[in-house]
């Protein structure tokens, strides 16, 4: 059947009438609101009709939008505003006061920090002479009320064992301080005998209200008469608080009613008073140090942080920003040539090429400003159900719901931008069709320009080069020390390594259909299937090659990060401190303060640190005796007969201070103290090294055991020894680094000798010289417990090192304390490396899923006219098979190809880096050649197994 279209003449294509002007109710005589009502009203049209489209353009653009609203929801509300900060702090009081320096000495205090102070125009706090007051009433005025309110921490003792806990003293139930401390159950103490604790810590004794809380440093036995909340403090955390108010320390007076002024906070600070106050931190007045300095107030920090925010936002917003345009620009493309004889129609009765990029372009904001503001509502209510899955409880943590308004306000703008924006290009290529052709449903096959091939392939090169130059750039900067640390020299090969790969990408993405072609010349040899299915490529190129530029993009990022971190997690590893053998507690042991750690102080710790690792479940443990080094201000302090010994370094082992080499050591390697006295029967839980017969009888004999072969010559090193007075003072060697002149001259030894090494290779641990106790008894070395080392069976988990710390923590006391930890090793690459990979795998599946369901929507006409002429229902799954592969195959060979320069530039920078150079051996090749081969082979399977639509056979109608 043929129809015949009847030429009609009209005024509007009357070559005179335009001559003539215009007529009244012709196209030409719209107004120009006109031609936006009516490309409105079509683009309004268009997106009804193709709903399915619309709602895959609105939701690529929501995605985004709704992650990007719940970010700024979410660290929004972890800002404070200056009342919630107060309201924190003081509860419902209005101020407190606290003795805190010298009257009539010049002392101040910032107005929103009273704990930044000073004396005159010194910023240190250094205290003059003089007393400190011992309450702040006197200056006060008569008759102020006050609640005193002292804090600290206290020993209480647990179902477990013993633990520090947060500790206040003093009537906190006082209804002024609703909102910092609340009641949750049971009644406030009325007597010494009684307390209060969080909930938590009726867990964490076994206890609830009305048993017994027990004190580990004193017999008290306190009764647990009701619970209370604290702001500041997780729910989880445990805390008490005192009746008597001389259970603790530093005590602040709060001031239920009198409001302090900037002027009344001032005055106090010339008694040496300092003040938080609610009046003066919700209007603080202008401030500036003493000295001259800026101080960061409240309000410019609020605002560093929303910059920060509004930064990282536009960041993520750009990188999302381009894979929805080219998502989004592919749909818009099939929904633009669906939208072709409409359009030719319009173009047929007057509408120009304004007219029509305009109604395509108005589709593109109508789904964006809909897209937008479904994204905001969906960001903001995923904002307020994380916040309630991951809140502690604590006020400092979530300080209120902020909404940003202002900052969601241009999300939604951007959201718009990214509408219109995506629908510029298919617009652009609906305003350039032919009409008649449109109408007569021609469909010829695109030519491939050479234009932008070649600039495409001058952006190749371009950014290959850059990447190399800056590199190499890059690390001569590195060693150049004639060059200013702020000079733009040192940062601006870093923006080259990353630039360049971008600009080589952007290459890629220009050449995009020209490379196609160039595949479809190659693929048309493998059969029917893949030319059919290069072809369909080339010929929409504007479906084709948005979406593998938005695949490229995103395997880009993933090259780009899993090269560069892998080598930096491979550069951190060979650098590591070991502090014991992987999987090996370790406990270091202190003394009270900067007097000398007594023999009886560190055995009591030794006890208890070994106690600590038992309870964590440890199979063996060993105590390491080592020197004490003496701290002191003048050397007459320290006592004339006091010596320390230690080993030297070879001579062919010190340092040159003008390398580029480091000594790198932990404290049991100290090169002024790294002698380590441990019985044979603890060497492997202290090094991990396993002695043999011949070893152990040779340790106990007098050798010492060598984990670094640089330290002995000739299977013997030379242990020497100095007066503690010339360790601090100067005198003894650095036995570092080669001598230099200047340096000042070593004294001789006090004595010295040659012992018999036994040389092992066991790096991953932290003691470097090892002698049996009998051995340090013969040297007549001065040593005491300092480390305890446990072995831990299996992978330690993270509640294991949280109930060591914990112990650790509660067993520490005022005679010695002790810090612990386990030792994990160089943390691995699969913590971020899994999750990186997972969210690449999905975000290249998800832009895979989009552009091939476009390419099966738009084929459908193909498709039957591919049954009709015999077409096989395998063929069809076969042309599904080879368009996964193409799309997906060359989105991930640009997206490798470019991500994989910066971190080649970075490894060029990294050569002359002083902890060691990067590794390209480090980066997972074959993990990456899986994602730029492996990954495309399996999107392309999964195509071909998802079985095509059955074709829809309609007869085309040809119009004369």
Known sequence: MTVVERAASSPDTDPAADAAGPRPGTVKDRSRTAGWRVAGRLAYRQVRRTWVSSLLIMILIALPIAGMSAVAVYVDSMLATPAEKADVELGQMEAWVEPAGVPDSGFWQAPEFPWWTGYGTSNTGEIPDGEIPVDPLAALPAGTETVAVSTGQTRIETATGIAAVPAWAGPVWNPG????????????????NEVWVTTATLARTGSTIGGVLALADSEDELTIVGTFDAAELPDADSAVAFFDLERLGATRWYLPDLALSWTDVQALNEQGIVAYSREVVLDPPPFDLPDGSTMVDGATQQLYSMLALVGGLAAGGVAA??????????????????QQRSLAIAASVGADARDLRRTVRLQGTVLGLIAGLLGVAVGIGLAALVMRLVDNGSASMFWG?????????????????????????????????????ALRGARRPQKVTASRPLWGSLLILVGVAITIVCGIAAAAVTVNDDIAWDSPLRWMPTIGIIGGPILAQLGIVLSGRWLLWLASRALSKLGVAARIASRDAVANGARTVPAFAAIGATVFVGVFAVGLGTMATGQAARAWHYNAPVGTAIATLYGPGPERFTAEQAGQAAAAATNVLDEVGATATVTVDRQSPYWAETETDIPEDLVRATVLTPERSLLDPDSLDYWDYSELSDPTNNIAVIDADGIEVATGVRLDATQRAAYENGAALVTDAAMATDDTIEVGAWTEREWIFGGAPGNVFQPQAGDHPVAAPQWDRTLDAIVVDAPDQAVLIAIAPATAVSLDLDVLPRVVFGTIPGTATLDTIDRLQELSEGASTPEYSMSAWIETGPPGAEAWLVPLLA???????????????????????????????????????????WQGLVIAGFGTFAGATAGILPPIGFWLQSQTAPQGPMELADIPWWLLLALAIGLPLVIALVNWIVPPRHPDLTRRTAIA
């Open 177 to 192: 301080f609703a909102g910092r401390f609340d009641v949750v159950e049971g009644r406030a103490p009325a007597t010494a």
């Open 321 to 338: 920003g381009y894979m929805v345009v080219m998502l989004a620009g592919a749909a818009f493309a099939v929904s633009a040539r669906r």
């Open 401 to 437: 719901f902020h909404v940003p308004w202002p900052l969601l306000v241009g999300i939604l703008v951007f959201a718009v931008l990214v509408g219109t924006v995506s629908a510029l290009m298919p617009a652009r290529g609906v305003a350039k069709s032919d009409t008649i052709s």
């Open 839 to 881: 969210a690449i795998a999905v975000l290249v599946l998800g832009a895979s899923a989009v552009a091939l369901g476009l390419a099966r929507f738009e084929r459908r006409p193909d498709d039957a006219t591919l049954s009709a002429v015999g077409g096989t229902t395998r063929l069809r799954r076969a042309i599904g098979f």
